[in-house]
């Protein structure tokens, strides 16, 4: 037997990717916020969607800049990412604040996160969703990952503080890439 959910919980549902940090720099002031509203869109080159809501203070920085980098966390830094969400860069200096260390990046102006095990530097090239959605979508042109973290666990939101790290996993035969 089914029971109904309430609309405003579907999200809990269908959040399937990791919480990534993501960094923007502007007028030489680098910030980073934290993202769950974020998906896979093309494959090669790698496009994501992610909303930015406009109330967020990396809103006009990535609007204006249209360049980012999304960070991955591991679980380890759960604590970190959640402090991260729960403050505003219009107020704080996130990174020294929360003891994250910027690293330059290669393509764009936007910091690497170096206690993160990968970071994906982008470019904004789609921002038609914006006025309505608050979506950007970003083209990936340059990818790290450190070489030293192997099997890294990510965290997953479920809502109203409840998080899930990345368990067990399965491989079956498949032909997507």
Wanted: negative net charge; contains cysteine.
């Amino acid at each position: 037997m089914m029971q109904e959910l309430d609309l405003s919980s579907v999200y809990r549902l269908l959040e399937p990717g990791p919480v990534v940090l993501l960094t923007t720099a502007h007028h030489e002031r680098a910030n980073v916020m934290t993202l769950s509203w974020h998906m896979m869109v093309d494959f090669v080159p790698p496009l994501v969607a992610c909303v930015v809501s406009q109330n967020d203070f990396s809103f006009a920085a990535l609007r204006a800049t249209k360049e980012c980098v999304i960070a991955l966390p591991d679980s380890g830094l759960a604590p970190t990412v959640v402090a991260v969400g729960n403050a505003s860069g219009r107020d704080i200096d996130k990174f020294a604040a929360f003891g994250l260390t910027p690293m330059a990046a290669s393509q764009v102006a936007a910091p690497l996160v170096a206690e993160c095990f990968a970071n994906l530097e982008c470019r904004v090239i789609d921002t038609r969703l914006v006025p309505r959605f608050n979506l950007f979508v970003l083209e990936v042109v340059r990818a790290w990952r450190d070489p030293t973290r192997s099997n890294p666990k990510t965290i997953h939101h479920h809502g109203h503080g409840s998080f899930v790290i990345d368990g067990e996993s399965l491989r079956l035969e498949s032909k997507m890439p």
